[in-house]
């Protein structure tokens, strides 16, 4: 397919998402069942208040960012539907920004177009910014910020990151691996820090450079070995940046809104507890304990089995960064105390971007995943609509599916490790031994 075909796939993209904001609109105003998501009323109460001169947090669960409200401040002056052609707009420069990146790390076109359509056409992400979730804008900057390692400035990424930070915390988590790429000389070649050192014991298979038929030693080298490693020019540069970004956006607003910024912005997602039915595996246990409250230290104790596979998941692919960052955040969001269904936006973005070096096959490993996946998340949602519409004490069986969600999610996880083919993300397809990369059946 020629280029022609990616300008034909961004317009059809474009006009679908138009229609679905057309349509939401419609929905909305004769349905009882709203198409816009409630949380998009809240930014948009939230950008009215600032619009008149407030402070966005005299809306209550109103916990992000004020930026958000200010980027929606048109909805009060402009038109309501303008947050969700914003959000869509970024919605589509992923998209674009997906093939950008792929064709740096020298994809052919014809892959890169699959890469790209399973972001655009995905039913999670074209209907997440048109019913109002700002998760879009998240995706695009993390993107912009990999582009900008690629090109290598430093400095744009470094402001990108601690703005987005900011904006919605989450990515802190990728702080680690993005150091460890801008110190490139603690990646080996197979894109493995080198805080481990790696030796393999190839085989004399046809597969034998395939790291999955590699036999592999461990030896620690040391923690002071690995701290001055990193320490390097761009890291620091990136750190320091990256971290006076942070700081100065959030002593802005907390000079404009005080602790009433920091407490719901920033500190109320460290210790959330949410005693509403979600996907999370932590939900059923909150409700019960939700009226006697939790400590600091109970809210905090549940980020341990996140912080354990994060470590261990930077420490074996850090080289490999949108492949680490994806784990990271498939990780992330199946052990958190919390989950929704936009939280799955988060590795939607990136998972196009590790495609080209995946060999399993849409047939039938590929359907596999998808389905085992998939039917987790409706049979959690079968006890979800019992428990929501119908009134049924349903709560042992809706956690019991959340842990069946977890258990889908984990091997998932492990499928897509066992068939990724390794690759730095400074390497090119070719050079990564995929130059007969298949195409997606």
Excluded at 400 to 424: D, G
Aim: charged share 10%.
């Amino acid at each position: 397919m020629g280029s022609i075909d990616l300008r034909r796939m961004m317009l059809f993209s474009a006009a679908l998402r138009l229609l679905l904001v057309v349509y939401g609109e419609w929905q909305d105003a004769h349905m009882k069942v709203r198409y816009t998501d409630i949380d998009y009323l809240v930014f948009s109460d939230a950008a009215a208040m600032v619009a008149a001169g407030r402070s966005p947090f005299e809306r209550s669960t109103y916990r992000y960012s004020p930026l958000l409200a200010f980027l929606l401040v048109p909805n009060s002056t402009f038109h309501r539907s303008w947050g969700k052609l914003l959000f869509s707009a970024a919605d589509l420069l992923v998209g674009l920004f997906i093939d950008t990146i792929l064709k740096l790390r020298g994809v052919p076109e014809n892959l890169r177009l699959w890469s790209v359509a399973a972001w655009l056409f995905n039913p999670f992400t074209f209907t997440i910014g048109t019913r109002g979730n700002c998760e879009p804008v998240v995706c695009v900057i993390i993107l912009w910020i990999i582009l900008c390692l690629m090109n290598g400035k430093v400095v744009q990424a470094a402001f990108w990151y601690g703005l987005i930070v900011h904006f919605r915390i989450y990515p802190i988590i990728y702080s680690l691996p993005l150091v460890l790429v801008l110190s490139k000389q603690n990646i080996s070649p197979a894109g493995k820090p080198y805080l481990w050192q790696w030796s393999f014991s190839q085989t004399t298979s046809s597969q034998s450079s395939d790291i999955r038929a590699a036999k592999t030693s461990v030896s620690w080298t040391g923690p002071w070995v690995f701290i001055r490693g990193i320490i390097t020019r761009d890291t620091v540069l990136f750190g320091f940046l990256s971290g006076c970004m942070f700081f100065l956006w959030t002593a802005i607003f907390f000079l404009l809104y005080g602790w009433d910024f920091l407490n719901e912005a920033l500190l109320y997602h460290l210790t959330r507890t949410d005693p509403r039915h979600n996907f999370s595996i932590y939900f059923y246990h909150i409700y019960l304990h939700h009226q006697q409250g939790f400590s600091a230290i109970e809210k905090l104790i549940s980020f341990l089995p996140q912080l354990m596979v994060q470590f261990a998941l930077i420490l074996f692919f850090a080289g490999d960064l949108p492949f680490c960052l994806f784990l990271q955040t498939v990780a992330f969001v199946a052990f958190n105390k919390v989950m929704t269904a936009q939280y799955f936006v988060w590795f939607f973005c990136l998972l196009p971007l590790i495609l080209p070096w995946s060999n399993m096959r849409l047939k039938w490993k590929g359907l596999i995943c998808i389905s085992v996946w998939m039917g987790s998340q409706l049979h959690w949602l079968m006890w979800g609509y019992l428990l929501e519409f119908k009134g049924w004490s349903v709560f042992i069986q809706l956690w019991l599916a959340s842990l069946l969600f977890l258990v889908a999610n984990t091997f998932v996880l492990l499928m897509v490790i066992k068939h990724h083919r390794y690759s730095p993300i400074f390497m090119p397809l070719a050079k990564s031994g995929m130059a007969h990369a298949r195409k997606l059946e």
